[in-house]
């Protein structure tokens, strides 16, 4: 094995830096692309449309792929706060449903953004992996 010394452990960090810089993570590198083509949308669900699930769903919408097609709460106000996002971000308003297993039922959502309280966590998060969805819970 390779004695690691000052000198070259400040030689390969000074590399991984640089790779790193070279190598961003692919939905950055889209953002920075300009105006995402069809193929390229990632669809989101959003379940549990409070404080954080709007912030998320913001910081989601600062890249341009993404768009929000389903919003789901059990909280009409809420639900209403999310569609506002969306139209303020210029996006299509999403469709609305209280019941978060609808969003799973849909063949056109790739990921699911679960804000829903900590007790609200498990389930729809364990539901989404097994109706093949990706999740940021
Ligand atoms: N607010 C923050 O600054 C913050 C920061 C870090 C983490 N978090 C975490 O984010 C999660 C949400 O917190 P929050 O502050 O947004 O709470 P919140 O009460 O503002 O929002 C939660 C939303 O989930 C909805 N909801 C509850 N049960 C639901 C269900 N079964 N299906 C659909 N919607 C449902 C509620 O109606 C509400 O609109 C928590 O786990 C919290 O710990 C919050």
């Known amino acids: ?55 998320d769903l913001k910081c989601f919408f600062l890249n341009p792929e993404v768009e929000c097609v389903v919003a789901c709460d059990v909280d009409e106000a809420q639900l209403a706060k999310a569609v506002a996002i969306c139209a303020d971000h210029n996006r299509k308003p999403p469709d609305t449903v209280r019941d978060f297993r609808r969003v799973l039922d849909r063949k056109d959502v790739d990921v699911v953004l679960i804000a829903t309280p900590d007790h609200w966590h498990a389930l729809p998060m364990v539901m989404a992996a097994q109706a093949g969805k990706d999740v940021y819970v």
């Open 1 to 55: 094995m390779e004695k690691i010394n000052r000198r070259n452990f400040l030689g390969k960090s000074a590399l991984a830096a640089l790779a790193v810089g070279t190598f961003d993570a692919p939905f950055i590198r889209v953002a920075r692309a300009g105006e995402p083509g069809a193929n390229d949308k990632i669809r989101l669900g959003l379940i549990g449309c409070g404080g954080q699930g709007q912030v």
